[in-house]
């Protein structure tokens, strides 16, 4: 019989970061969530990860003391196959925008977005930030919009005057 590892001893639910993030539907594909883990993309805020119940009988090396910091995924870059807890605090990059989320519940399996919103809650300073973002790149000008189609014949004139003179 194969020996079991303390959480599964305990039963205690494991989830590993990069499925999670793509049940939570953060990224369409378990490689992308990868690559995004692996660039440094994603991180762990500083002082999260806190156990306010008592550990498990047996289990005190293992989890902790209540209160206690745990040591992992703290600020550092993490690995895609870090296991997840209730409670940690993920801070993601995503194109130009930047999440702040708790994490609630896990889950290994990629459901209807409805229930992928229920596995985790963005922090409100972290929203409020998002939200100003998207607005200012709404309002932000194009930067081609100046630009009208093809050179006229004497604008091509010119190109071929200033190009061809030096």
Not at 59 to 68: C, D, Q, V, Y
Not at 79 to 93: A, F, I, M, N, Q
Not at 106 to 119: D, F, I, K, Y
Request: glycine share 8%; with cysteine.
């Amino acid at each position: 019989m194969p020996r079991k590892t303390p959480t599964e001893a305990l039963d205690i639910p494991r989830v590993r970061l990069d499925k999670w993030l793509w049940a939570a539907r953060f990224y369409k594909t378990r490689a992308l969530a990868r690559a995004a883990i692996e660039g440094g993309r994603v991180r762990c805020a500083p002082g999260t990860s806190l156990r306010s119940e008592p550990p498990p009988e047996g289990a005190k090396s293992f989890l902790g003391r209540p209160g206690e910091r745990l040591e992992r995924l703290e600020g550092d870059r993490v690995k895609p196959s870090r296991e997840l807890w209730v409670g940690d605090l993920l801070t993601l990059h995503i194109n130009d925008l930047e999440w702040v989320v708790c994490v609630l519940k896990l889950s290994e399996r990629r459901g209807p977005a409805v229930a992928a919103r229920q596995l985790y809650a963005e922090t409100e300073a972290s929203l409020a930030a998002r939200l100003q973002a998207v607005e200012q790149r709404r309002l932000a000008v194009e930067p081609g919009t100046s630009i009208r189609g093809r050179p006229s014949k004497k604008n091509l004139r010119l190109i071929h005057r200033f190009t061809d003179s030096g």
